[in-house]
């Protein structure tokens, strides 16, 4: 053998043995991480645990009495409902044949395995600010941690021209930064998790936020507050009057883990949700951490609010007046306390006082009747408040059975004179509006109509150029 042949033979040789140890490696390394009873796939899988459920992913991803990330929720959106997939790692009806990059494009950037795009009901905008190791570690407990359900949530069918999905892909070149978080060299450790948190995982900015008229998040506007269906998220700027400049960052952590905060709010409808799915289930540094970043988020003020949310009202009582009163025939007549002293007073006390330890809050100091915009104070008196069985017992019956519009309109009204803000009301109209499940939104027909003008100035260019076109063929012949 010539001495550049065996140097070629023994290069193949070195190459093909290293080749194999990388390959048995690879195998080794594949099959420990995915035997659950590895201390560092144990740990990791605890860790995408925590992760998932500061992302409170189960809260659209599980149907009511459904099983746990098998899909199937109706999500109420201005375009229609958008029904929330299996995310288990079922291989027929979940995510099992995804890859890391797969998970990874459908979390971040709204994209699925099969190309199609997602839309923004999952806040795949607020998920591209999670790190490559958190997702890791997320990817990690969903196939390996979460139980697989072998059952397909119904397909999503919103009205033209949004069941094109690939009109998605505009509307991320518009409103999409993939870039993931970075942390502010200025700050300190526990506010950059903070902001990481309320960015990112928690999504805080998708309820907490207006939106535009293409359904984008408003960045200027970011945290002033917006609509959730027929709830409003309330601004959590550090704004002292419009927003949390006048809670302690002890008031919002605590506020966070039971949804409660003496003389100030109690946690309703989603909020209610997102409290009792994840945020109560954080750590005690997380949910400071976040306390921390909130009361640095720049202040956005309205002008309509002229004292913080929580600090309207006082203990008073006018029942002496109606007790005795015989009540009027026409039930739509009865006067606000009438009404108070028929549903609110048994729970509420005669003044509005609640109960001392706060699981009846009071009604004077209660950002519910504080704020000008009143949705919240109608949810509440027609849904009630609901919280899981194994949360701290502060429930509230709905009155949407029992009560006509005129009569929560009046109980409304008569609540923020007598508790809340005075300069507040409540409509029949807006009582009527939202136990029909909200304004109905005017997107679609608007893009319906912009697309017929574009199809009709395209039609127009194409009759001018065949007109042009015919001119100069006459002038020639």
Same mark, same amino acid.
């Given at each position: 053998?010539?001495?550049?042949?065996?140097?070629?033979?023994?290069?193949?040789?070195?190459?093909?043995?290293?080749?194999?140890?990388?390959?048995?490696?690879?195998?080794?390394?594949?099959?420990?991480?995915?035997?659950?009873?590895?201390?560092?796939?144990?740990?990791?899988?605890?860790?995408?645990?925590?992760?998932?459920?500061?992302?409170?992913?189960?809260?659209?991803?599980?149907?009511?009495?459904?099983?746990?990330?098998?899909?199937?929720?109706?999500?109420?959106?201005?375009? @229609?409902?958008?029904?929330?997939? /299996? #995310? !288990?790692?079922?291989?027929?009806? *979940?995510? =099992?044949?995804?890859?890391? $990059? %797969?998970?990874?494009?459908?979390?971040?950037?709204?994209?699925?395995?099969?190309?199609?795009?997602?839309?923004?009901?999952?806040?795949?905008?607020?998920?591209?600010?999670?790190?490559?190791?958190?997702?890791?570690?997320?990817?990690?407990?969903?196939?390996?941690?979460?139980?697989?359900?072998?059952?397909?949530?119904?397909?999503?069918?919103?009205?033209?021209?949004?069941?094109?999905?690939?009109?998605?892909?505009?509307?991320?070149?518009?409103?999409?930064?993939?870039?993931?978080?970075?942390?502010?060299?200025?700050?300190?450790?526990?506010?950059?998790?903070?902001?990481?948190?309320?960015?990112?995982?928690?999504?805080?900015?998708?309820?907490?936020?207006?939106?535009?008229?293409?359904?984008?998040?408003?960045?200027?506007?970011?945290?002033?507050?917006?609509?959730? @269906?027929?709830?409003?998220?309330? /601004? #959590? !700027?550090?704004?002292?009057?419009? *927003?949390? =400049?006048?809670?302690?960052? $002890? %008031?919002?952590?605590?506020?966070?883990?039971?949804?409660?905060?003496?003389?100030?709010?109690?946690?309703?409808?989603?909020?209610?949700?997102?409290?009792?799915?994840?945020?109560?289930?954080?750590?005690?540094?997380?949910?400071?951490?976040?306390?921390?970043?909130?009361?640095?988020?720049?202040?956005?003020?309205?002008?309509?609010?002229?004292?913080?949310?929580?600090?309207?009202?006082?203990?008073?009582?006018?029942?002496?007046?109606?007790?005795?009163?015989?009540?009027?025939?026409?039930?739509?007549?009865?006067?606000?306390?009438?009404?108070?002293?028929?549903?609110?007073?048994?729970?509420?006390?005669?003044?509005?006082?609640?109960?001392?330890?706060?699981?009846?809050?009071?009604?004077?100091?209660?950002?519910?009747?504080?704020?000008?915009?009143?949705?919240?104070?109608?949810?509440?008196?027609?849904?009630?408040?609901?919280?899981?069985?194994?949360?701290?017992?502060?429930?509230?019956?709905?009155?949407?059975?029992?009560?006509?519009?005129?009569?929560?309109?009046?109980?409304?009204?008569?609540?923020?004179?007598?508790?809340?803000?005075?300069?507040?009301?409540?409509?029949?109209?807006?009582?009527?509006?939202?136990?029909?499940?909200?304004?109905?939104?005017?997107?679609?027909?608007?893009?319906?109509?912009?697309?017929?003008?574009?199809?009709?100035?395209?039609?127009?260019?194409?009759?001018?150029?065949?007109?042009?076109?015919?001119?100069?063929?006459?002038?020639?012949?």
């Amino acid at each position: 053998m010539k001495p550049i042949e065996r140097v070629y033979f023994w290069g193949r040789l070195a190459l093909c043995v290293l080749t194999a140890l990388t390959g048995l490696a690879a195998m080794c390394e594949t099959a420990h991480a995915a035997d659950p009873t590895s201390a560092d796939t144990a740990a990791q899988l605890k860790r995408g645990q925590y992760l998932a459920t500061a992302g409170d992913c189960v809260a659209c991803h599980t149907a009511p009495q459904g099983k746990p990330f098998a899909g199937g929720l109706p999500l109420a959106t201005p375009l @229609g409902k958008i029904i929330s997939t /299996n #995310i !288990t790692p079922s291989k027929t009806a *979940g995510i =099992g044949n995804y890859t890391y $990059a %797969d998970f990874s494009d459908a979390v971040r950037k709204g994209i699925r395995a099969d190309g199609a795009h997602l839309y923004p009901a999952m806040p795949y905008t607020s998920y591209a600010q999670i790190t490559d190791d958190d997702m890791k570690a997320l990817y990690a407990y969903f196939m390996q941690g979460v139980t697989p359900v072998d059952d397909a949530a119904p397909a999503t069918s919103l009205p033209f021209p949004f069941n094109i999905r690939l009109s998605m892909a505009g509307w991320n070149m518009l409103f999409l930064d993939t870039k993931p978080f970075e942390a502010d060299p200025t700050k300190s450790a526990e506010w950059n998790r903070g902001a990481y948190l309320v960015k990112g995982l928690a999504h805080c900015s998708t309820c907490h936020s207006p939106r535009n008229a293409l359904m984008a998040e408003e960045s200027s506007q970011d945290l002033a507050g917006g609509a959730v @269906g027929t709830w409003v998220a309330p /601004n #959590i !700027t550090s704004d002292a009057n419009s *927003g949390v =400049g006048a809670w302690s960052e $002890a %008031d919002l952590a605590s506020y966070m883990r039971t949804g409660h905060a003496i003389d100030k709010a109690q946690a309703a409808g989603p909020m209610a949700e997102a409290v009792d799915n994840s945020l109560r289930h954080l750590n005690d540094a997380d949910l400071k951490a976040m306390a921390v970043y909130l009361k640095t988020v720049p202040a956005i003020h309205q002008a309509a609010d002229t004292q913080p949310p929580g600090t309207w009202g006082k203990p008073v009582s006018d029942l002496e007046d109606v007790r005795g009163v015989a009540w009027p025939a026409d039930a739509n007549q009865l006067s606000g306390a009438q009404l108070y002293d028929g549903y609110c007073a048994t729970c509420h006390q005669a003044k509005g006082q609640g109960a001392s330890d706060g699981g009846l809050p009071s009604l004077f100091h209660n950002t519910a009747l504080g704020r000008t915009n009143t949705n919240n104070l109608v949810m509440v008196m027609l849904d009630g408040v609901h919280r899981q069985a194994d949360t701290p017992d502060m429930l509230m019956p709905g009155f949407s059975d029992l009560l006509t519009d005129q009569q929560i309109a009046t109980l409304g009204s008569y609540l923020l004179k007598q508790y809340g803000n005075a300069n507040a009301t409540v409509t029949v109209e807006q009582v009527r509006t939202l136990r029909a499940g909200g304004e109905s939104s005017s997107l679609v027909g608007l893009a319906r109509a912009g697309i017929v003008i574009a199809a009709l100035i395209v039609i127009g260019i194409v009759v001018l150029l065949v007109v042009r076109r015919s001119r100069r063929h006459v002038r020639t012949a």
